[in-house]
């Protein structure tokens, strides 16, 4: 038995057993609870899905729909505001020593630097999709999140805006259902989409909980 075997197995892929061992087990049956997925797989570079139901979706599909771009644009005013008042008080308060004004303002320089990429990353990383029977929401920068939620499920849809967010002309659509953990909210959307997505989520919710 290789190294390449035993790394296939603990990360659940598909690999053939060596003579002498037990049988595989029979297809259908879970590696791990529920999700089909290995012990060690939740600490790798993978996708991880957390469904409602059994069905695996992916993001290279059709029809996927991002949040606004000035989502984009409140994170960099976000971001940058934040780092110049931190700068402003690091110089006021090194102010007796000029060396040290220039490494706390450039150090503080470089987070904001830093924390605009990571908030473009996260930017980038929402999407949503509607389906026929349910919708599925996809966030989640070093750890993939996928989030499917029936429209039978849903309890009601609520739509917040912060004042930063009414600035700026945007709305988040959180969506309940019965189950806490299955709760899914999307970021950054302009006014009208928000209102346009939250009523026809309470329609297709109503709906699909009358057919039940």
């Known amino acids: 038995m290789g190294r390449a075997y035993w790394c296939g197995r603990l990360l659940g892929l598909p690999a053939a057993r060596p003579p002498g061992r037990r049988p595989a087990r029979p297809p ?3 590696r791990w609870p529920s999700q089909g ?11 991880q899905v957390h469904t409602t139901s059994t069905e695996v979706v992916h993001l290279d599909q059709p ?3 991002t949040p ?8 960099c ?15 006021v308060i090194t102010s007796s020593d000029v060396a040290i004004v220039a490494i706390g303002v450039g150090a503080v320089l470089v987070a904001g630097a830093i924390g605009l990429v990571g908030a473009r990353r996260r930017f980038r990383a929402w ?17 993939r999140r996928q989030s499917v939620v029936p ?26 259902t019965a189950a806490a953990h299955s709760d899914a909210r999307i970021p950054g959307l302009e006014q009208e989409e928000a209102s346009r997505l ?8 109503e709906a699909k909980a009358a057919g039940l």
Do not use: N
């Open 37 to 47: 997925l290995s012990p060690l797989q939740p600490f790798c570079w993978y996708r």
């Open 198 to 205: 939250r009523d026809r989520l309470a329609a297709l919710g």
């Open 127 to 143: 999407a949503y999709q509607e389906r026929e029977d349910d919708l599925i929401v996809a966030r989640g920068v070093m750890f």
């Open 151 to 176: 429209y039978g499920r849903m309890q009601f849809v609520d739509v917040t805006a912060g004042p930063v967010e009414r600035i700026f002309g945007l709305s988040t659509v959180k969506l309940h």
């Open 63 to 65: 029809g996927w729909m």
């Open 68 to 75: 606004s771009p000035r989502l984009w644009v409140m994170r």
């Open 28 to 30: 259908g049956r879970a």
């Open 77 to 91: 005013w976000e971001v940058g505001v934040l780092t110049l008042v931190v700068a402003v008080v690091v110089a």
